[in-house]
């Protein structure tokens, strides 16, 4: 199928490296709503951490593999890299002060659990801790950390963590018929700008099948 003749008047163009030209910078509006990934974490030495990223995804099926980008070398990064182990413990929208609050820029050896006044409970493979009220928690080994670098080859202060779930903890009130019902998790998106959140509604649900599947 051949292009339709749009005006150039209908589209806003830029390229990154030259500025957007707006307000605010659409890039993460765009690719969004997103996953926050929760990230728990420890030193070793009796420090836990637990800090939201939102630059995260599912990257594979068997084994599972998910991953978040650090931003910057953060507390979660340097706890990683000393255990690697992490949980990644699901936002729900009851949830999303409490997520809010353990965003704040702390020292290292301030537990966001207690800052959030958050209840905790220990995981079965790690040592890391799961949020008692996650509707869902993936317990995690790591399987790389690639530092990110542009097209041409420049390192960037970005490290991509990429961990293989060993472990799955899922509500029972999130199950159903034998599956698992995103919108019973209630999970808090990401959006764009200073402080966009998503949320699910059924009327934002449909289901459409694959070609060829049943």
């Not at 728990?40 to 978040?68: E, K, M, R």
């Not at 699901?90 to 965003?103: D, G, H, I, K």
Request: hydrophobic share 40%; with cysteine.
């Amino acid at each position: 199928m051949s292009g339709v003749g749009a005006q150039a008047s209908d589209w806003h163009v830029y390229e990154p490296r030259l500025g957007h030209g707006l307000a605010h910078d659409p890039f993460n509006a765009i690719v969004a709503p997103r996953p926050i990934g929760w990230i728990a974490t420890h030193d070793g030495q009796g420090h836990h951490n637990l800090a939201p990223y939102s630059f995260c995804n599912a990257f594979n099926y068997v084994p599972p593999i998910v991953g978040f980008a650090s931003l910057g070398r953060k507390d979660t990064l340097r706890n990683i890299e000393r255990t690697g182990e992490f949980v990644w413990n699901v936002v729900s929208e009851p949830l999303a002060q409490a997520m809010n609050t353990s965003c704040a820029a702390v020292p290292p050896e301030v537990d966001e659990f207690a800052l959030a006044s958050l209840d905790w409970l220990p995981a079965r493979h790690v040592q890391a801790r799961r949020v008692a009220l996650s509707p869902a928690q993936f317990e995690c080994r790591v399987t790389q950390i690639v530092p990110l670098q542009t097209a041409q080859g420049d390192t960037l202060p970005t490290w991509l963590v990429l961990g293989e779930v060993v472990c799955v903890h899922l509500h029972r009130s999130t199950l159903a018929d034998g599956r698992f019902h995103t919108l019973s998790a209630q999970p808090v998106l990401r959006g764009g700008g200073g402080g966009d959140y998503f949320t699910l509604s059924p009327g934002g649900h449909f289901h459409m099948s694959r070609p060829g599947s049943t």
